[in-house]
């Protein structure tokens, strides 16, 4: 777990790989490209125009000792001339700002709908390889990551390559013997920062690799705060949590001791270079070789340079960590989705076939769950699926759904191959009441409309009636606009069931899948859930996962699963009748146990 936020800022090296990672999330950009190069343009008219400052602060030293062979001739008009580019320069800023953050928020948006339109139609197998949390960074930290990118880090990238590029050629034609010293001196100066830097930057990921561990205990702690109190483990976690955040002090402490040396070292080092090349400046202006007001606008221009160089650091380390992100997404982007095509509506009978199926979990490909399966069922049949623990019956329903395929065998529904229908119109045909109900966190209203987002007031009133759930659903004050809360959890378990029996009622299904929905419940919520049940089961085909045998007396087939295989197959009555039948075993069992 921890491995997953160590990844956040991880790192890629800025190589050709790279960079075609990075520019494939740039695509997102293109739609907004000419407001885009409208920003390019004012980070470089931005950039270009502020390098004139440093030159007009020299001549305005030139002119106040009486100089005038330049265009202008008094400090007033220089001083005037200043204050416009300052101007000038504050609307060009203004401009680049303004486009960058709205192509970056449009692109970024865009970036995100796709991404999480991406992760909501994958398969179930991606999601048995990959946890919610890595799945949600995803969409947030990666796309911050890019977003700081695309706002400031380009931005940044630009303005530095664009002050060295006009500003060093600039230094060369008018103080060149200067500016000879000067590049034989800072080089030093850039290796030792670099060096120092990367040292520094592995302590920095260590910190926070250690920090990643310790948000790691308070994030298992918050999910299972119920199994930490029930187990007075309160003291214990406090513990674990204080130890990992010692080994983060200790790191953090041992890295600021280098980090505080790199930065005495870099103030000594550079303002020791700015002194230098001051002294060397100075000794020209004594031996009348340089201006006064030149050697001034030189330092200006070498304190630009020099800080655009020492930016390229940072911003090289946040290109990298943007290359990591892109490369993430576009993992995600680039994975095999269930998007189908668009199909025409489909309504099936609900004969369902399975023939000679295996099946193993991709996770666990050495675990045959499923051997040899065959079955058959009517259109409108009432089946029960009845067996151990682990025997097969819950990956029959997934195979049935599609959420995975059978390494095996041919599953007919109508005498067609599942997988020829169009995915999300077969899935329309098919509705499932789980065991544990998951509600979203919104209100009852919005949780029946789920089975169907279309429906009328009247519908989603006529199924919570059909489910048994209209009489407590009147008896709060806000009826139908009650929030059930975070997963349902303001609802107890028999009325989130027939919220879910509403749910399933109104989605009208050819084809029911009940997932032991009556196990959880107390007596009299299972007679109002078992009623509603019998109402939803009314000439549609019903699969029924049962442990609890009272509850599958009248239905029509009870199918025996055993280790992958179909053991037994008949009604209650034969199956019950049977000596020493599995069936039967598992019926006196529970009857003793009562």
């Given at each position: 777990?921890?491995?997953?936020?160590?990844?956040?800022?991880?790192?890629?090296?800025l190589?050709?790989?790279?960079?075609?990672?990075?520019?494939?999330?740039?695509?997102?950009?293109?739609?907004?490209?000419?407001?885009?190069?409208?920003?390019?343009?004012?980070?470089?008219?931005?950039?270009?125009?502020?390098?004139?400052?440093?030159?007009?602060?020299?001549?305005?030293?030139?002119?106040?000792?009486?100089?005038t062979?330049?265009?202008?001739?008094?400090?007033?008009?220089?001083?005037?001339?200043?204050?416009?580019?300052?101007?000038?320069?504050?609307?060009?800023?203004?401009?680049r700002?303004?486009?960058?953050?709205?192509?970056?928020?449009?692109?970024?948006?865009?970036?995100?709908?796709?991404?999480?339109?991406?992760?909501?139609?994958?398969?179930?197998?991606?999601?048995?390889?990959?946890?919610?949390?890595?799945?949600?960074?995803?969409?947030?930290?990666?796309?911050?990551?890019?977003?700081?990118?695309?706002?400031?880090?380009?931005?940044?990238?630009?303005?530095?390559?664009?002050?060295?590029?006009?500003?060093v050629?600039?230094?060369?034609?008018?103080?060149?013997?200067?500016?000879?010293?000067?590049?034989?001196?800072?080089?030093?100066?850039?290796?030792?920062?670099?060096?120092?830097?990367?040292?520094?930057?592995?302590?920095?990921?260590?910190?926070?690799?250690?920090?990643a561990t310790?948000?790691?205990?308070?994030?298992?702690?918050?999910?299972?705060?119920?199994?930490?109190k029930?187990f007075?483990?309160?003291?214990?976690?406090i513990?674990?949590?204080?130890?990992?955040?010692?080994?983060?002090?200790?790191?953090?402490?041992?890295?600021?001791?280098?980090?505080?040396?790199?930065?005495?070292?870099?103030?000594?080092?550079l303002?020791?270079?700015?002194?230098?090349?001051?002294?060397f400046?100075?000794?020209?202006?004594?031996?009348?070789?340089?201006?006064?007001?030149e050697?001034f606008?030189?330092?200006?221009?070498?304190?630009?340079?020099?800080?655009?160089?020492?930016?390229?650091?940072?911003?090289?380390?946040?290109?990298?960590k943007?290359?990591?992100?892109s490369?993430?997404?576009l993992?995600?982007?680039?994975?095999?989705d269930?998007?189908?095509?668009?199909?025409?509506?489909?309504?099936?009978?609900?004969?369902?076939?399975?023939?000679?199926?295996?099946?193993?979990?991709?996770?666990?490909?050495?675990?045959?769950?499923?051997?040899?399966?065959?079955?058959?069922?009517?259109?409108?049949?009432?089946?029960?699926?009845v067996?151990?623990?682990?025997?097969?019956?819950?990956?029959i329903?997934?195979?049935?759904?599609q959420?995975?395929?059978p390494?095996?065998?041919?599953?007919?529904?109508?005498?067609?191959?599942?997988?020829?229908?169009?995915?999300?119109?077969?899935r329309?045909?098919?509705?499932?009441?789980?065991?544990e109900?998951?509600?979203?966190?919104?209100?009852?209203?919005?949780?029946?409309?789920?089975?169907?987002?279309?429906?009328?007031?009247?519908?989603?009133?006529?199924?919570a009636?059909?489910?048994?759930?209209?009489?407590?659903?009147?008896?709060?004050?806000q009826?139908?606009?009650?929030?059930?809360?975070?997963?349902?959890v303001?609802?107890?378990?028999?009325?989130?069931?027939?919220?879910?029996?509403?749910?399933?009622?109104?989605?009208?299904?050819?084809?029911?899948?009940?997932?032991?929905?009556?196990?959880?419940?107390?007596?009299?919520?299972?007679?109002?859930?078992?009623?509603a049940?019998?109402?939803?089961?009314?000439?549609?085909?019903?699969l029924?996962?049962?442990?609890?045998?009272?509850?599958?007396?009248k239905?029509d087939?009870?199918?025996?699963i055993?280790?992958?295989?179909?053991?037994?197959?008949?009604?209650?009555?034969?199956?019950?009748?049977r000596?020493?039948?599995?069936?039967?075993?598992?019926?006196?069992?529970?009857?003793?146990?009562?």
């Amino acid at each position: 777990m921890a491995k997953r936020y160590q990844e956040e800022g991880e790192k890629r090296p800025l190589n050709k790989a790279g960079i075609k990672n990075f520019l494939g999330v740039f695509r997102f950009v293109l739609p907004y490209k000419w407001i885009f190069f409208v920003g390019l343009v004012a980070l470089s008219l931005s950039s270009g125009v502020l390098l004139s400052f440093p030159y007009l602060s020299g001549k305005l030293l030139d002119v106040a000792q009486g100089k005038t062979d330049f265009y202008f001739n008094t400090i007033n008009q220089i001083a005037i001339a200043m204050i416009a580019v300052l101007l000038i320069q504050g609307v060009f800023s203004f401009l680049r700002v303004y486009t960058f953050t709205y192509v970056s928020e449009h692109a970024l948006a865009d970036l995100r709908l796709q991404l999480y339109s991406k992760i909501i139609w994958l398969p179930l197998p991606f999601y048995d390889t990959r946890r919610v949390g890595e799945l949600m960074s995803r969409i947030t930290s990666d796309v911050g990551i890019l977003y700081d990118t695309f706002t400031f880090t380009l931005a940044e990238l630009l303005r530095q390559v664009l002050i060295l590029v006009i500003g060093v050629p600039l230094l060369i034609v008018l103080y060149p013997r200067l500016t000879v010293f000067m590049l034989l001196t800072f080089p030093v100066l850039i290796l030792s920062a670099l060096f120092f830097g990367k040292f520094i930057r592995k302590l920095s990921k260590k910190t926070q690799d250690q920090l990643a561990t310790a948000n790691v205990v308070v994030e298992e702690t918050l999910q299972s705060v119920t199994v930490v109190k029930a187990f007075t483990n309160e003291a214990f976690e406090i513990a674990r949590y204080k130890n990992s955040l010692t080994d983060v002090i200790k790191t953090a402490i041992r890295s600021s001791r280098y980090r505080g040396a790199f930065i005495s070292f870099t103030i000594i080092a550079l303002f020791g270079g700015i002194v230098a090349v001051g002294w060397f400046g100075a000794s020209m202006v004594q031996s009348g070789d340089v201006d006064v007001g030149e050697l001034f606008s030189f330092i200006i221009y070498t304190v630009f340079i020099g800080g655009s160089i020492a930016g390229l650091g940072d911003i090289y380390s946040q290109l990298q960590k943007s290359i990591g992100a892109s490369e993430r997404i576009l993992e995600i982007l680039g994975t095999p989705d269930e998007k189908p095509d668009a199909g025409a509506a489909l309504k099936i009978k609900g004969k369902i076939d399975f023939e000679n199926i295996q099946f193993a979990y991709p996770s666990r490909p050495d675990v045959q769950v499923l051997k040899d399966i065959t079955f058959s069922i009517r259109p409108g049949e009432k089946v029960a699926l009845v067996g151990p623990s682990g025997s097969g019956k819950s990956t029959i329903i997934n195979l049935l759904l599609q959420f995975y395929q059978p390494a095996g065998g041919t599953i007919l529904v109508d005498d067609l191959r599942i997988t020829d229908y169009n995915l999300h119109a077969y899935r329309g045909n098919l509705g499932v009441v789980p065991q544990e109900v998951i509600l979203f966190g919104g209100t009852i209203r919005e949780n029946i409309a789920y089975g169907k987002p279309s429906a009328t007031e009247v519908e989603i009133t006529e199924a919570a009636r059909q489910a048994n759930a209209l009489e407590f659903i009147e008896s709060f004050p806000q009826g139908f606009d009650t929030v059930v809360g975070d997963r349902g959890v303001k609802l107890s378990g028999g009325q989130r069931q027939r919220v879910a029996i509403a749910r399933a009622i109104l989605r009208n299904p050819a084809i029911l899948i009940l997932d032991e929905a009556t196990s959880s419940l107390d007596a009299h919520s299972e007679k109002l859930v078992q009623e509603a049940l019998e109402n939803l089961m009314q000439n549609r085909t019903t699969l029924v996962i049962a442990h609890r045998l009272s509850t599958i007396r009248k239905v029509d087939t009870i199918l025996v699963i055993k280790e992958g295989l179909v053991a037994e197959v008949g009604n209650h009555a034969e199956l019950s009748a049977r000596d020493n039948g599995i069936y039967s075993n598992l019926l006196k069992l529970q009857v003793d146990l009562k």
